[in-house]
C-alpha cells in the first residue's frame, strides 16, 4: 500500500483503502497468489489478440511473452497544474484515475519518490515501465456565437505515455466542463487499457439500483465506483428491479405505480417512458434478451406464477413455463440462447435453466434450501446467485462446466449477485451494516468494496456493454 | 342514550318505593337486644341513614296518551376509504389471514378470518376488496414477489368458494416490500406473512 501512498500522497485515508485491489503485482509481491489461473489465461490471450496499431500512432512498447502474465508496472506523477484549483484535480481526476489503473488489471501503480519534476529516467529506476504525464489547463470554450451568453471555461487534459525509452504510445488531450473531470478520468484509463489490450474496461459502465434515499423506492444510476449517483424515475410509489437493455439505452423495471404490479421501459437518461400491458398479474423480474427485442418475466395468471416472455413494444406475448409451482426470475444467457430461472416445483426454491423456448429444463443447484436471483458470467460458464447457507443468504458462483460450486463468504445477507461486463467483478446487495447497501467485490470475493451509504439500496444491475 | 334514559327511570320507581316507607318511621326503631353469652354488653347498632330527599315527586305519564313513536338511532358510517378501512380491521368485518413461512395454504385461522370476511362482503356487494400479498424478510425478493402473487390468490379463491363474487376482488403482491412490523424477530416475520384485505370502495 505504500506504493499508493507515494504516488497518490493527497489521497484521503479512505481512498488508500479503496485502492487496496491492486489485482496484479509484481512477481515479487506477497499477494500473487492471488492470481488465478483463468485471469492469466484470459490476459495472455487478450495481449495476443492485440490490434495492429494504427499508422498516426507510436507502436505500443513489444509485448514480451514471459511477461504475458504480469501487469504493466506505470507511473502517474501528479499532474502539472497550470493555475487550476488542485483540490477539484486530486478528488475529481487523479483519485478516480489511479484508482481505475489500481483495478485495471492491465496496470500496477508504482511508487514514485516524493516531489515535482519527475523524469522518465526517474520512473524508469523506480520500476516503471511506462509513465503518464498529465497536464492540466483552463480553457475557455469556443464561442458558439457571438451574442451567447460566455459559458464557464472547460479543463483541458493532455495525457501523454511514454515508455522506459521515451517513446510515446499514447497522446491526447481531453476537454470538458468541471462536471466532467471524473468522467475523463474514466476515459483516459479506458484509452490506456484498450492501447494495451484491446479492450476499453469497465471504467465506463455503469450500475442500476434502487434507492428509498428520496422517500420511496426509486430506480437510481451510478458510476462502476459508486460515482454520480443519480434517480431516473419519479413515480413516488414502489420502483423496483430494474434490468438494462443489451444496448445500455434503456432499463426495464417493475412498479407499483398504479397500485398493482407493472412493467415499464425508460430511457437511461429518465425520459420516454412507456408501461408494458401484458395482461397479467406479477409482471417483475424483467429482463432483456441480449439478441432482439424479447423481454423474459414473471406473469401470473391465478396464482401460478410463470416465466413468459413479450416483445420489447408489449406484443408477441409467450408462456416458456407451465407448471402449477412457483416459477420466478428469470436472466438470459449471454448468447440469448437459454433462460435461468427459479422454481419451487422440488418443493423449495431453486436454480433451473431452459433453452430460450422453454424447452430441455434442468435443475442446476442442489445445495441449500433457498436459491434465487441467477445471473450469467459473461462468457456464460458460470451463474453466481444467491443461496441460503447456515440460515444466512449468501452468494454461490457455481460453474455450469464442472458443476461445481463456492460460496463467497460475508457478513449479514448477501443477495442479487451480478456480474461486471468484463466478468472479473461482482455486485450485490448486503444488509451486514444492519441496512442494504450495494457492494462491488472480485469474482474471488476479495476486496469488497461498499458503493452506497444513504438510505437502502437494492437490486444492482450492471450496464451490460464496455464502451 | 336508551340506557339513560332506562336507568332513570328505575331510579325514580325505587325511589317512589322508598319515600313512603322513609316517612312513616321517622325515629329510629329501638336498638335489638342481642342475646349474648358473654358479660360485656353487645355494641348497638345504629340503625342506617334514611336519606330524606327532597327530589320532585315522579310524575306518572298519562296512560295511552301519546303513543311514542320507536326509537330510532342514526350512526355515521365511515365513508371515506381510509375510515372504512379502520373501521373494517377494528370491527373485524374484514380478517387478515396469515401464512406459515414459505407457505401459500390457508390454515384454520386464516379460513377462518376469510370467512368471516366473506359474510361481511356478500352483505355488502357494494365494495370491492384488494387483496395484498405479503412475506417476511426471510427470503429472496424476487422469489417472494410470486410467493405473495400466490397467497393472495389462494384468499381470492377461497372467498370465490364461500360465494364472493371473484369479479369483486383484485390481487397485489407486495413480496417483502411493504413489512408491518420492520423486526427481525419471529414474531415480526410471522405478522408480516399474511394476505391484507384492503376494502377499495364501491365498484370494480
Known amino acids: 500500500m505504500t506504493s499508493f501512498h507515494s504516488i497518490g500522497n493527497q489521497q484521503s485515508t479512505e481512498q488508500r483503502v479503496r485502492q487496496r485491489p491492486v489485482e496484479r503485482r509484481p512477481l515479487r509481491s506477497p499477494w500473487r497468489w492471488r492470481r488465478s489461473p483463468a485471469l492469466l489465461l484470459m490476459t495472455a490471450a487478450l495481449l495476443s489478440a492485440m490490434p495492429a496499431p494504427s499508422q498516426t500512432q507510436i507502436t505500443p512498447p513489444p509485448i514480451d511473452r514471459s511477461l504475458a502474465n504480469q501487469t504493466v508496472p506505470i507511473a502517474v506523477p501528479y499532474p502539472t497544474l497550470n ?76 495525457a501523454r505515455l511514454y515508455d522506459s525509452t521515451g517513446v510515446s504510445g499514447l497522446a491526447r488531450s481531453y476537454r470538458g466542463p ?121 406473469g401470473s395468471v391465478a396464482g401460478n406464477p410463470d416465466i413468459y416472455l413479450i416483445r420489447d413494444d408489449g406484443t408477441n406475448l409467450r408462456r416458456l413455463t407451465t407448471t402449477s409451482s412457483i416459477e420466478s426470475t428469470p436472466e438470459w444467457s449471454p448468447t440469448g440462447r437459454q433462460i435461468s430461472f427459479t422454481s419451487g416445483r422440488s418443493g423449495t426454491p431453486q436454480i433451473y435453466v431452459m433453452d430460450s423456448e422453454g424447452a430441455n429444463v434442468r435443475r442446476i443447484s442442489f445445495e441449500g434450501e433457498w436459491n434465487d436471483d441467477a445471473s450469467w458470467s459473461p462468457d456464460g460458464e458460470s451463474l453466481a446467485y444467491t443461496s441460503r447457507v447456515d440460515g444466512r443468504f449468501q452468494i454461490r458462483i457455481m460453474s455450469l462446466v464442472t458443476g461445481q460450486s463456492r460460496i463467497i463468504a460475508g457478513e449479514g445477507s448477501n443477495e442479487q449477485p451480478g456480474f461486471s461486463p468484463d466478468g472479473r467483478f461482482l455486485v450485490f446487495q448486503s444488509n451486514r451494516t444492519g441496512k442494504w447497501q450495494i457492494y462491488r467485490a472480485r469474482v474471488d470475493g476479495s476486496d469488497v468494496l461498499p458503493l452506497t451509504f444513504v438510505g437502502e439500496n437494492k437490486d444492482p444491475d450492471w450496464s451490460k456493454k464496455m464502451p | 342514550m336508551s340506557n339513560v334514559k332506562f336507568g332513570s327511570l328505575i331510579a325514580t320507581i325505587a325511589l317512589a318505593a322508598i319515600l313512603p316507607a322513609a316517612c312513616k318511621h321517622k325515629t329510629p326503631p329501638p336498638p335489638k337486644v ?61 380478517q387478515d389471514a396469515f401464512f406459515s413461512y414459505d407457505e401459500s395454504t390457508l390454515t384454520s385461522e386464516a379460513q377462518a378470518a376469510l370467512g368471516a370476511t366473506a359474510t361481511w362482503l356478500k ?82
Open chain 2, 123 to 204: 352483505s355488502h356487494p357494494d365494495i370491492s376488496l384488494l387483496i395484498e400479498g405479503h412475506c417476511d424478510e426471510r427470503g429472496t425478493e424476487q422469489y417472494n414477489l410470486a410467493l405473495g402473487d400466490r397467497r393472495a390468490n389462494i384468499a381470492k379463491e377461497y372467498l370465490a368458494t364461500l360465494g364472493v363474487d371473484a369479479g369483486r376482488i383484485k390481487t397485489v403482491s407486495y413480496g417483502v416490500e411493504r413489512p408491518f412490523d420492520p423486526g427481525h424477530t419471529e414474531q415480526a416475520w410471522a405478522k408480516n406473512r399474511r394476505d391484507h384485505l384492503v376494502l377499495a370502495g364501491a365498484g370494480r
Open chain 1, 83 to 158: 493555475a487550476v484549483p488542485a483540490a477539484a484535480i486530486t478528488d475529481e481526476l487523479f483519485g478516480p484515475l489511479t484508482r481505475d489503473l489500481a483495478i485495471s488489471g492491465v496496470f500496477s501503480l508504482v511508487p514514485l519518490p516524493p516531489g515535482a519534476g519527475i523524469t522518465p529516467e526517474v520512473a524508469k529506476r523506480a520500476g516503471a515501465q511506462q509513465i503518464l504525464y498529465l497536464s492540466i489547463a483552463y480553457s475557455a470554450p469556443a464561442p458558439s456565437s457571438s451574442t451567447a451568453p460566455q459559458a464557464s471555461p472547460e479543463f483541458v487534459i493532455e
Open chain 1, 178 to 298: 468541471a462536471a466532467a473531470l471524473t468522467r475523463m478520468a474514466h476515459i483516459i484509463v479506458s484509452d490506456l487499457v484498450r492501447q494495451f489490450n484491446g479492450k476499453p474496461g469497465i471504467f465506463l459502465t455503469q450500475i442500476a439500483f434502487v434507492s428509498d434515499r428520496d422517500g420511496h423506492p426509486e430506480i437510481y444510476l451510478m458510476n462502476y465506483d459508486g460515482g454520480n449517483q443519480r434517480r431516473i424515475t419519479f413515480h413516488n410509489s414502489i420502483s423496483v428491479l430494474p434490468s438494462w437493455s443489451p444496448d445500455d439505452e434503456r432499463l426495464v423495471y417493475t412498479s407499483f405505480a398504479r397500485k398493482t404490479t407493472d412493467m415499464y421501459i425508460v430511457n437511461r437518461n429518465g425520459g420516454g417512458r412507456i408501461r408494458l400491458n401484458t395482461g397479467l398479474n406479477l409482471n417483475t423480474s424483467a429482463t432483456f434478451s441480449p439478441v432482439g427485442h424479447d423481454i423474459a418475466f414473471v
Open chain 2, 34 to 94: 342481642i342475646p349474648s353469652t358473654l358479660e360485656t354488653p353487645a355494641p348497638v347498632v345504629a340503625p342506617p341513614p334514611v336519606e330524606t330527599t327532597t327530589s320532585p315527586t315522579a310524575v306518572q305519564a298519562p296512560v295511552d296518551f301519546v303513543r311514542e313513536e320507536p326509537k330510532v338511532t342514526a350512526e355515521v358510517l365511515p365513508n371515506d376509504i381510509e375510515d372504512l378501512n379502520r373501521a373494517a380491521q377494528t370491527r373485524g368485518w374484514v
